[in-house]
């Protein structure tokens, strides 16, 4: 290690140099910390160093998603709350006579009241369509019609065939797990060729919006885009 020399046998001229060197020497270190201390911060989520070169002192993995706003707890909407007009009412009245006098009790009134919210039995329904005719005094027959959606002799009706779509399409399930939710859920299994066939039927009548759709995507203005600088 070299000694510093001594500056007051220096001249002027010789001290202005050592001076000028020893500034660029303290700049060519204070760039190459930086340099050093940069690289010590790269890491996977910074740079394209894989993970696993972090070390042990690699950032602490952050979830990309967002802060609900929603306060917590149970949402609005999404509790339970009593209705002012059950569905279903079921009184449980007391005895008629008192266990220790033996009295009547008369009128009973309503002391409490406790709500169960739960699901009806959930069973699919027929409805039958009987076309009925009638014969005029002059000979001629007069028959009703069957409606246009009423094609064959048995046949799922529109919202039967809507459930199947929706949890085919929407909810993704297989063609084959569809039909046995119908079955588990309704008692009304379906083949997947019946859900094919509603999937077909729902597309058709669904064509002009989707169509809609597109053509209001397309007239919408392209906003310009802000490259990023990498």
């Excluded at 959606?149 to 929706?166: C, S």
Aim: contains cysteine; charged residues 15%.
């Amino acid at each position: 290690m070299q000694q510093l020399p001594d500056l007051s046998t220096l001249s002027s001229t010789q001290r202005d140099a050592l001076t000028l060197e020893l500034w660029t020497m303290v700049q060519t270190l204070t760039v190459q910390i930086s340099e050093l201390q940069a690289r010590l911060n790269l890491n996977n989520r910074n740079s394209s160093k894989p993970p696993s070169s972090d070390g042990p002192n690699k950032p602490q993995p952050q979830s990309l998603r967002k802060a609900a706003q929603r306060p917590v707890g149970g949402q609005k909407g999404h509790t339970l709350s009593q209705v002012a007009e059950p569905n279903v009412l079921v009184t449980h009245a007391p005895p008629e006579h008192c266990d220790v006098c033996h009295g009547s009790l008369g009128q009973a009134s309503v002391m409490e009241s406790r709500q169960v919210h739960d699901l009806p039995d959930l069973r699919y329904q027929v409805t039958e369509h009987r076309v009925l005719q009638a014969i005029c005094n002059c000979g001629k027959t007069h028959r009703g019609a069957f409606p246009p959606n009423v094609t064959a002799a048995v046949q799922h009706g529109p919202r039967a065939k809507a459930a199947a779509v929706y949890l085919n399409q929407y909810q993704m399930l297989p063609l084959k797990r569809t039909g046995q939710v119908m079955g588990d859920l309704f008692d009304m299994p379906m083949s997947e060729a019946t859900i094919l066939s509603a999937n077909a039927e729902a597309a058709q009548l669904l064509a002009p919006t989707v169509a809609a759709i597109a053509q209001e995507l397309v007239n919408q203005p392209i906003q310009p885009t802000t490259r990023l600088r990498r």
